[in-house]
């Protein structure tokens, strides 16, 4: 695995525009080993926690839209 299949915390909240926190709750969610913002994961990882934190973010739409009816 070389550097450009890494990617720090800090880039993957700055790139969904979120907290750094957010990241870190999700990736130990996932059981992805991190310490601190300035961790590296995969690639492959920033996927997982971008899928965990979209699914989220949609169910909580959907919620909304429920409870406006």
């Not at 690639?43 to 971008?50: G, L, S, V, Y």
């Not at 699914?55 to 839209?65: F, G, Q, V």
């Amino acid at each position: 695995m070389t550097i450009s299949d890494k990617i720090r915390i800090y880039e993957l909240s700055r790139d969904l525009n979120l907290e750094n926190k957010d990241i870190l709750d999700a990736a130990q969610k996932l059981s992805i080993s991190v310490k601190s913002h300035s961790s590296s994961i995969s690639k492959e990882d920033a996927k997982k926690i971008t899928n965990l934190i979209n699914k989220k973010n949609s169910d909580k739409k959907i919620l909304s839209i429920l409870n406006d009816q």
